[in-house]
Nanobody, 119 residues
């Protein structure tokens, strides 16, 4: 069973840092782009950062210069280092990956991890 499992969320003060991790498991043959999305209370889920299998990266404008996405292909893991956190960064962070399993590519989502930033 293919799955993405996030870890690293929590409650912090504004200005502090948090590092999120997401591991893909379950016999995945290949992983394409991996990303992090954020869903604030009452809002839609938005892209925070995306990294392709070749290392190309895109960030949401609101997190540029503060967040860093990276991946370790040997460990099937994607990370999100979040620095200088702001209260508006609060939300549930979801890992997302395009993975080849069985005989096809599909998009998978993790269960989400809560990040709460207090002022």
């Amino acid at each position: 069973q293919v799955q993405l499992v996030e870890s690293g969320g929590g409650s912090v003060q504004a200005g502090e840092s948090v590092r999120l991790s997401c591991v893909a498991s379950g016999g995945v043959f290949s992983i394409g782009a991996m990303g992090w999305y954020r869903q604030a209370p009452g809002k839609q889920r938005d892209l925070v950062a995306l990294i392709t299998s070749r290392g190309s990266i895109n960030y949401a404008t609101s997190v540029k210069g503060r967040f860093t996405i990276s991946r370790d292909n040997a460990k099937n893991t994607v990370y999100l280092q979040m620095n200088s956190l702001k209260p508006e960064d609060t939300g549930v962070y979801y890992c997302n990956a395009n993975m080849y399993y069985g005989s096809s590519w599909s998009v998978y989502w993790g269960q989400g991890t809560q990040v709460t930033v207090s002022s």
